[in-house]
């Protein structure tokens, strides 16, 4: 199959993170596949891809969120007019910009039809980003989503059924070895925390990191050498004035200047070793389409603290995990201390291990691969063919 696969960013978001792995994995099984991301900045997708790769150019300034959204659906579509989309046999969204793009082509005929993956869906103000949004899944003619919690919601709140699909975690390269990476990391970053809790996502609502920091600055009291560190957060939302607030309640707080670390991305190639440098993973998230950095967190040997919430809840055994209130600082650093416990680290480990065992990208592929020959099947599909694969 000849396979377009579609994300918002060549950042290592976790959407981003599941298109690339997905499609190197389709081209492993011998499918043809090309991803396709933004990249207004022409510094290239986050790592090498092991598939073809399209970047989409465009201007890096593009005003407000929703003219930035505006921008890079108009980018795509002048992209899509320099290529011939009408000789893939499937075109797949990972994101709301791209599906809008796709739409556009449905609704001029240049392709039969495409499918879009939702692995949340956000809440907005803005009465465009919302219509995007709601565009992008509604003229979809196969939804997927990688949770029963978010399927569940599309189904309940939406009147949109999907099929279920998984996510993956690459146990070759996320391992709890040693690297030979890992103290150069270490003392590259200024990792001198003891212990280190980490927490990957940047610093916005979603991820709850104010609720992480008021948890952090209780843990102190009990570990006062203890360092947060938090990477990642290479959003394509306007998270300004949360920002502004977890700064505020930073300086509030009166820790040592080294207490709290703020990486923001880290090179794709020190993951490995920043997870084996943490102590624990913090990730109270308040709203999750999976986590995926979860398993990546789990596969190298790292415990792990998450929200008594779905996803987690879904895919998480009860032992594999500290789980916690996220509204609930107090709790959140009470489950830090269990995930520190050496008592209880051993279990923690053992049981993620065997989590990380039941998500391979390789079933993942087979498992988008026998939808895709369905949907080339019988283009457009039905409403019938949705429900028929929703369980």
Same mark, same amino acid.
């Given at each position: 199959?000849?396979?377009?696969?579609?994300?918002?960013?060549?950042?290592?978001?976790?959407?981003? /993170?599941?298109?690339? !792995?997905?499609?190197?994995?389709?081209?492993?099984?011998?499918?043809?596949?090309?991803?396709?991301?933004?990249?207004?900045?022409?510094?290239?997708?986050?790592?090498?891809? $092991?598939?073809?790769?399209?970047?989409?150019?465009?201007?890096?300034?593009?005003?407000?969120? $929703?003219?930035?959204?505006? !921008?890079?659906?108009?980018?795509?579509?002048?992209?899509?007019?320099? =290529?011939?989309?009408? =000789?893939?046999?499937?075109?797949?969204?990972?994101?709301?910009?791209?599906?809008?793009?796709?739409?556009?082509?449905?609704?001029?005929?240049?392709?039969?039809?495409?499918?879009?993956?939702?692995?949340?869906?956000?809440?907005?103000?803005?009465?465009?980003?919302?219509?995007?949004?709601?565009?992008?899944?509604?003229?979809?003619?196969?939804?997927?989503?990688?949770?029963?919690?978010?399927?569940?919601?599309?189904?309940?709140?939406?009147?949109?059924?999907?099929?279920?699909?998984?996510?993956?975690?690459?146990?070759?390269?996320?391992?709890?070895?040693?690297?030979?990476?890992?103290?150069?990391? =270490?003392?590259?970053?200024?990792?001198?925390?003891?212990?280190?809790?980490?927490?990957?996502?940047?610093?916005?609502?979603?991820?709850?990191?104010?609720?992480?920091? !008021?948890?952090?600055?209780?843990?102190?009291?009990?570990?006062?050498?203890?360092?947060?560190?938090?990477?990642?957060?290479?959003?394509?939302?306007?998270? $300004?004035?949360?920002?502004?607030?977890? !700064?505020?309640?930073?300086?509030?707080?009166?820790?040592?200047?080294? $207490?709290?670390?703020?990486?923001?991305?880290?090179?794709?190639?020190?993951?490995?070793?920043?997870?084996?440098?943490?102590?624990?993973?913090?990730?109270?998230?308040?709203?999750?389409?999976?986590?995926?950095?979860?398993?990546?967190?789990?596969?190298?040997?790292?415990?792990?603290?998450?929200? =008594?919430?779905?996803?987690?809840?879904?895919?998480?055994?009860?032992?594999?995990?500290?789980? /916690?209130?996220?509204?609930?600082?107090?709790?959140?650093?009470?489950?830090?201390?269990?995930?520190?416990?050496?008592?209880?680290?051993?279990?923690?480990?053992?049981?993620?291990?065997?989590?990380?065992?039941?998500?391979?990208?390789?079933?993942?592929?087979?498992?988008?691969?026998?939808?895709?020959?369905?949907?080339?099947?019988?283009?457009?599909?039905?409403?019938?063919?949705?429900?028929?694969?929703?369980?």
């Amino acid at each position: 199959m000849r396979i377009a696969m579609l994300t918002h960013s060549v950042n290592p978001r976790g959407g981003v /993170v599941h298109a690339l !792995q997905l499609a190197e994995s389709l081209q492993a099984m011998g499918q043809d596949v090309t991803l396709f991301a933004p990249d207004a900045r022409g510094k290239g997708l986050f790592r090498p891809a $092991a598939c073809h790769f399209q970047p989409v150019p465009g201007p890096a300034q593009c005003g407000d969120v $929703a003219g930035m959204v505006r !921008q890079r659906i108009d980018d795509y579509l002048r992209c899509f007019a320099q =290529r011939d989309m009408g =000789r893939f046999d499937i075109c797949h969204a990972q994101d709301s910009i791209s599906a809008n793009a796709l739409a556009t082509l449905a609704e001029r005929g240049v392709i039969g039809g495409y499918v879009r993956t939702v692995h949340h869906l956000d809440q907005f103000d803005d009465a465009r980003l919302h219509a995007w949004q709601e565009r992008g899944y509604r003229e979809a003619d196969l939804v997927l989503c990688v949770s029963r919690t978010w399927q569940d919601i599309l189904l309940r709140e939406h009147g949109v059924r999907s099929a279920l699909v998984s996510n993956g975690v690459d146990t070759l390269r996320y391992t709890a070895e040693p690297g030979p990476r890992d103290q150069a990391l =270490r003392h590259a970053l200024g990792l001198t925390g003891a212990p280190l809790l980490l927490a990957v996502g940047g610093v916005e609502p979603r991820k709850n990191t104010l609720g992480i920091l !008021q948890a952090f600055v209780r843990l102190r009291r009990v570990y006062p050498q203890a360092q947060l560190v938090i990477a990642g957060g290479a959003s394509v939302l306007d998270h $300004a004035h949360y920002q502004q607030a977890f !700064q505020a309640e930073l300086e509030a707080a009166a820790l040592p200047a080294d $207490a709290v670390r703020i990486l923001g991305q880290v090179a794709d190639a020190d993951m490995p070793s920043l997870f084996r440098c943490a102590d624990v993973l913090v990730f109270p998230s308040l709203r999750e389409g999976f986590g995926l950095v979860v398993l990546e967190a789990m596969a190298s040997g790292v415990p792990v603290v998450v929200s =008594r919430i779905a996803p987690f809840t879904e895919y998480l055994d009860g032992d594999c995990c500290a789980w /916690v209130d996220p509204t609930d600082p107090a709790s959140v650093a009470a489950g830090i201390a269990h995930a520190l416990d050496p008592a209880a680290r051993p279990s923690l480990i053992a049981a993620g291990r065997e989590v990380c065992a039941r998500f391979a990208w390789q079933r993942s592929a087979r498992r988008h691969a026998g939808l895709y020959a369905d949907f080339i099947s019988c283009p457009p599909l039905a409403a019938s063919f949705q429900e028929e694969h929703h369980a």
